[in-house]
């Protein structure tokens, strides 16, 4: 399985991010609405990316199962 420590940063910069877009819209900021946007996107590119390991983990787990039978 992926690093729980991973998986819990890349939420934290996905809550990071959120709280970014909505100051930036709150006091009009479209460059820092924009960033927390942005900040977003990649955080839930690395969660499918810690998803996919996982994914990938248990199939490969499941192989080795079936091979040692």
Same mark, same amino acid.
Request: aromatic share 0%; no cysteine; charged share 45%.
């Given at each position: 399985?992926?690093?729980?420590? $991973? /998986? &819990? =940063?890349?939420?934290?910069?996905? &809550? @990071?991010?959120?709280?970014?877009?909505? @100051? *930036?819209?709150?006091? *009009?900021?479209? /460059? &820092?609405?924009?960033?927390? %946007? *942005? $900040?977003?996107? %990649?955080?839930?590119? =690395? %969660?499918?990316? $810690?998803?996919?390991? $996982?994914?990938? /983990? =248990?199939? @490969?787990?499941?192989?080795?199962? @079936?091979?040692? /039978?």
């Amino acid at each position: 399985m992926s690093d729980p420590s $991973d /998986r &819990l =940063k890349h939420k934290a910069e996905e &809550l @990071t991010g959120k709280a970014k877009e909505k @100051t *930036g819209h709150a006091i *009009g900021d479209e /460059r &820092l609405e924009a960033e927390g %946007q *942005g $900040d977003q996107a %990649q955080s839930k590119v =690395k %969660q499918a990316a $810690d998803d996919v390991k $996982d994914a990938a /983990r =248990k199939g @490969t787990d499941k192989i080795r199962s @079936t091979l040692d /039978r």
